[in-house]
């Protein structure tokens, strides 16, 4: 989950899907248990580390083409605004309730919207790389 081999050997989508959840692991870990603060360093850590690794040979599975470099740029542009908006979002939230744990609660929504996604996104197998790890 650090590096780019298990994206070569694996189905993309799941190891997507997995950082993803390491993600909202770590959202509930720094929920209701900030004193597990090196458990939260590490998964956080992980999912990082592989997100953009996994995230974008995923793109150029769904995405290939001669458009690739284009559409991978606008989804990268398009994280910018997203954490933007999601740090005025739980300052707001703290404002108004006194805790981040709704905050916590939308991020862990919003990153369960996006496996979701990922999950729908079919890509025909003589296309990707997933078709010889496992089923997508």
Do not use: K
Not at 37 to 64: K, N
Not at 70 to 86: D, K, R
């Amino acid at each position: 989950m650090t590096d780019a081999r298990p994206a070569e050997r694996h189905a993309r989508r799941a190891l997507a899907i997995a950082a993803v959840t390491l993600a909202i692991q770590n959202g509930i870990l720094m929920a209701f248990a900030p004193w597990w603060l090196a458990l939260y360093v590490l998964f956080y850590g992980m999912a990082q580390g592989s997100t953009g690794i996994v995230h974008s040979a995923r793109a150029a599975d769904v995405f290939a083409g001669a458009s690739f470099g284009s559409i991978y740029g606008w989804l990268a542009l398009a994280v910018g605004p997203g954490e933007a908006l999601g740090a005025w979002l739980g300052g707001t939230m703290y404002d108004v309730w006194g805790s981040y744990l709704p905050a916590f609660g939308v991020v862990v929504l919003a990153l369960a919207a996006g496996v979701v996604s990922m999950w729908r996104v079919r890509v025909p197998a003589s296309e990707t790389r997933d078709s010889g790890a496992t089923s997508t």
